[in-house]
């Protein structure tokens, strides 16, 4: 990714900035270096205070933290000076995914969030960019018998996108996590052909293993490293009470966790808020604000910067192969 070529970025619903590290580059995650990208994020939105703080405190560029909606309408009239970029190269948004998710009630459409994907159509059609990333959970494909995605897609299509989208797991794309996501691209039809998804590139038997990935935590104090501190939650009925394994990714980190947060396989305790930040691949100088269910939450609320980061990659051939024909 030497090109000398720079893409204007735009980041919706960034939260703690996993997606945005990922597109960015420049960090290390398992001793793996991962090199600084050609996509510059010009403008960030969340709502969420405390991710808001965390992205502020580890990117060299604010956040506007506001509802995305009310910039969308100039409610705000204290963030006169934050309005959205009138032209851009690239849109990200994870939009808001619990109402989507297997997990969650499920309300896809019917509620307040679930349309928040409306708000990133505003967005493209104000800032007309090359490409759109959005990303969410595995359960978007199937809610109502797939309506919901077809009319999202159909949405999405109305402003002059071809759109594909594909169901991808973390996995194949070195994070040690199982983590199933849908992502959605849209190219502009005037000047780009339909995006084809990358293929992973580890097979099944070369996944990263939990035990690759925080083993050497598994005896170290509390604080040894920022965020390594635990949920000391007891063992209940419901979600995120079975241990993890050690020679296997890791489950899906979620953000709703209410302190049952998967054990550790010695099942002495929970996982930390750092192991599970290096199960999303995020980097142990990436550190989480103002505490540590804050930073579970913002951290199952993130995408896996690594796996962002190989999406980047893909995305970045081919902008400049197709670009450069024009």
Same mark, same amino acid.
């Given at each position: 990714?030497?090109?000398?070529?720079?893409?204007?970025?735009?980041?919706?619903?960034?939260?703690?900035?996993?997606?945005?590290?990922?597109?960015?580059?420049?960090?290390?995650?398992?001793?793996?270096?991962?090199?600084?990208?050609?996509?510059?994020?010009?403008?960030?939105?969340?709502?969420?205070?405390?991710?808001?703080?965390?992205?502020?405190?580890?990117?060299?560029?604010?956040?506007?933290?506001?509802?995305?909606?009310?910039?969308?309408?100039?409610?705000?009239?204290?963030?006169?000076?934050?309005?959205?970029? =009138?032209?851009?190269?690239?849109?990200?948004?994870?939009?808001?995914?619990?109402?989507?998710?297997?997990?969650?009630?499920?309300?896809?459409?019917?509620?307040?969030?679930?349309?928040?994907?409306?708000?990133?159509?505003?967005?493209?059609?104000?800032? &007309?960019?090359?490409?759109?990333?959005?990303?969410?959970?595995?359960?978007?494909?199937?809610?109502? =018998?797939?309506?919901?995605?077809?009319?999202?897609?159909?949405?999405?299509?109305?402003?002059?996108?071809?759109?594909?989208?594909?169901?991808?797991?973390?996995?194949?794309?070195?994070?040690?996590?199982?983590?199933?996501?849908?992502?959605?691209?849209?190219?502009?039809?005037?000047?780009?052909?339909?995006?084809?998804?990358?293929?992973?590139?580890? =097979?099944?038997?070369?996944?990263?293993?939990?035990?690759?990935?925080?083993?050497?935590?598994?005896?170290?104090?509390?604080?040894?490293?920022?965020?390594?501190?635990?949920?000391?939650?007891?063992?209940? &009925?419901?979600?995120?009470?079975?241990?993890?394994?050690?020679?296997?990714?890791?489950?899906?980190?979620?953000?709703?966790?209410?302190?049952?947060?998967?054990?550790?396989?010695?099942?002495?305790?929970?996982?930390?808020?750092?192991?599970?930040?290096?199960?999303?691949?995020?980097?142990?100088?990436?550190?989480?604000?103002?505490?540590?269910?804050?930073?579970?939450?913002?951290?199952?609320?993130?995408?896996?910067?690594?796996?962002?980061?190989?999406?980047?990659?893909?995305?970045?051939?081919?902008?400049?192969?197709?670009?450069?024909?024009?």
């Amino acid at each position: 990714m030497q090109q000398a070529k720079t893409y204007k970025t735009i980041s919706m619903f960034a939260g703690c900035g996993g997606l945005d590290l990922g597109f960015r580059g420049g960090f290390k995650s398992l001793d793996i270096k991962y090199t600084k990208t050609n996509f510059e994020i010009i403008w960030s939105n969340d709502i969420d205070k405390n991710a808001c703080l965390t992205y502020r405190k580890n990117f060299d560029h604010n956040i506007v933290c506001a509802d995305i909606r009310d910039l969308l309408e100039n409610k705000n009239k204290n963030l006169f000076n934050e309005f959205i970029p =009138s032209q851009a190269d690239i849109v990200l948004g994870g939009f808001p995914c619990q109402d989507f998710s297997h997990a969650g009630k499920r309300k896809g459409l019917d509620s307040d969030r679930g349309t928040l994907y409306q708000a990133m159509a505003e967005v493209i059609k104000k800032t &007309k960019p090359k490409l759109f990333l959005a990303e969410n959970v595995k359960g978007l494909l199937t809610l109502n =018998s797939g309506d919901v995605i077809r009319q999202i897609i159909k949405d999405f299509e109305k402003l002059g996108y071809n759109i594909t989208y594909k169901l991808l797991t973390t996995a194949d794309f070195e994070v040690p996590q199982k983590r199933e996501r849908v992502l959605i691209v849209g190219t502009r039809k005037d000047i780009l052909p339909v995006f084809e998804f990358p293929a992973g590139i580890l =097979s099944e038997e070369c996944w990263v293993s939990l035990g690759e990935a925080i083993g050497d935590l598994e005896n170290k104090q509390e604080g040894y490293l920022n965020n390594h501190f635990w949920s000391k939650a007891k063992k209940n &009925k419901g979600q995120g009470n079975n241990a993890v394994i050690r020679n296997q990714p890791g489950p899906t980190m979620r953000a709703e966790h209410h302190g049952n947060i998967e054990f550790h396989w010695n099942k002495k305790r929970r996982l930390s808020a750092r192991e599970a930040a290096r199960i999303q691949s995020f980097p142990d100088d990436f550190i989480f604000y103002p505490s540590t269910s804050s930073a579970y939450k913002q951290i199952g609320n993130a995408v896996p910067p690594v796996f962002a980061w190989h999406i980047a990659n893909s995305i970045n051939k081919f902008l400049n192969l197709n670009m450069e024909k024009k």
